[in-house]
Nanobody
């Protein structure tokens, strides 16, 4: 099983910055893509930022230029730096990882428990 443990989050004023981190632990063969999703009240969960093992990144349009994602493959950890935050960034943020438990396993999706991020106007 792959466990994703998030840290960070909390309350920030509009225009401020916040950082999230997520460490993967447990028994697994490899971790592929890691990243962050978010879900605001009454809305569907959406992809915020993803990063591959070689550092290729994708971002949701509304966060481009404001958010940065990085990872430390040796620590199986992914980071999200959120700058110039807006009230519409308020949501529960979920860590995501695509991983294989064994060399013969298929890639499966794993999720963290979620952490609340609130941006006040």
């Amino acid at each position: 099983q792959v466990h994703l443990v998030e840290s960070g989050g909390g309350l920030v004023q509009a225009g401020g910055s916040l950082g999230l981190s997520c460490a993967a632990s447990g028994l697994f063969f490899s971790i592929d893509t890691m990243g962050w999703y978010r879900q605001a009240p009454g809305k569907q969960r959406e992809s915020v930022a993803l990063i591959s093992t070689d550092g290729a990144t994708t971002f949701e349009d509304s966060v481009k230029g404001r958010f940065a994602i990085s990872r430390d493959n040796a620590k199986n950890t992914v980071y999200l730096r959120m700058n110039t935050m807006l009230p519409e960034d308020t949501a529960v943020y979920y860590c995501y990882a695509a991983a294989k438990r064994t060399i013969l396993s298929e890639v499966r999706d794993y999720w963290g428990q979620g952490t609340q991020v609130t941006v006040s106007s």
